[in-house]
């Protein structure tokens, strides 16, 4: 059996910590908002192309005085947030987003849906709840942004 901090290390979370997908300044965005987590930095902008309640595109940027060395966690879970919702209708994406909180924060690993997808390799964070902020800071950002709040903070 591996140990729990392996889990913050899964091959797909290093790959997109590394490589982030969709991490650049979307210029055509018609909603966004920026995420802050005090406890550890973190800065991100979530940018949203939203038509016809589908979104067409998303990406997002760390932010801040050192958005080199944002959390590992949090740019790859919103590097593979923005993978999983592109296309997505905001029905869908509200369930993502409920899923994907109550996996890192209530369910048990045997309650992990399979709506989640690649997602699931974060359900390992929920053992280091000092890291879920880390890893939720994206989505409620995301969440935020849809809902045209311009600032959100993980406090």
């Given at each position: 059996m591996s140990s729990p901090a392996n889990f913050l290390y899964?091959?797909?979370?290093?790959?997109?910590?590394?490589?982030?997908?969709?991490?650049?300044?979307?210029?055509?965005?018609?909603r966004f908002?920026?995420?802050?987590?005090?406890?550890?930095g973190d800065h991100q902008i979530v940018?949203?192309?939203?038509?016809?309640?589908?979104?067409?595109?998303i990406s997002f940027l760390s932010v801040g005085a050192d958005s080199v060395k944002n959390c590992a966690i949090s740019k790859a879970s919103a590097s593979m947030m923005t993978k999983a919702l592109k296309g997505k209708n905001l029905p869908e994406v509200e369930t993502l987003f409920a899923e994907f909180h109550q996996?890192?924060?209530?369910?048990?690993?045997?309650?992990?849906?399979?709506?989640?997808?690649?997602?699931?390799?974060?359900?390992?964070?929920?053992?280091?709840?000092?890291?879920?902020?880390?890893?939720?800071?994206?989505?409620?950002?995301?969440?935020?942004?849809?809902?045209?709040?311009s600032i959100v903070s993980t406090e």
């Open positions: 899964d091959e797909q979370i290093v790959e997109h910590s590394k490589k982030p997908r969709n991490h650049r300044r979307m210029e055509n965005a018609n908002a920026e995420g802050h987590n005090p406890l550890c940018y949203l192309l939203v038509e016809d309640d589908v979104i067409k595109d996996m890192l924060t209530s369910a048990t690993l045997e309650e992990v849906t399979p709506i989640l997808g690649h997602l699931r390799v974060f359900a390992g964070v929920r053992e280091f709840p000092m890291r879920v902020k880390c890893a939720t800071l994206p989505w409620h950002t995301l969440k935020a942004a849809l809902n045209q709040e």
